[in-house]
């Protein structure tokens, strides 16, 4: 089962300018959120994109940031399981049954 995001709150950047095309990303990301265009990663699926930091720990040219940990990710399987709690705990934007953070 691929998990999604709520739309439009993933902190998931890269700057293709700094990517060097070693195609890590798209080997790490356990989302396939990345793949390789030419001799750059693009970012083919950003709201599928779990937070779990492996594609910026990987990214030797730092051309990927994410803010990992938790994130919004956490919403989405506490709603799978209907437990109702704050989404980040931060003021990420996103919100989860009324709830906004």
């Not at 959120?33 to 937070?51: M, N, P, Q, Y």
């Amino acid at each position: 089962m691929k998990f999604r995001y709520l739309k439009n709150v993933v902190t998931l950047k890269l700057d293709q300018g700094k990517c060097n095309g070693c195609g890590i990303c798209t080997e790490v990301c356990p989302q396939q959120v990345f793949t390789l265009e030419g001799k750059v990663s693009s970012i083919a699926d950003r709201d599928a994109c779990l937070e779990c930091g492996a594609c910026a720990r990987n990214c030797a040219p730092g051309a990927i940031s994410v803010r990992a940990g938790v994130g919004c990710a956490y919403a989405v399987l506490m709603d799978m399981y209907n437990i109702k709690s704050r989404c980040c705990g931060d003021d990420c934007g996103c919100s989860l049954d009324g709830i906004q953070c």
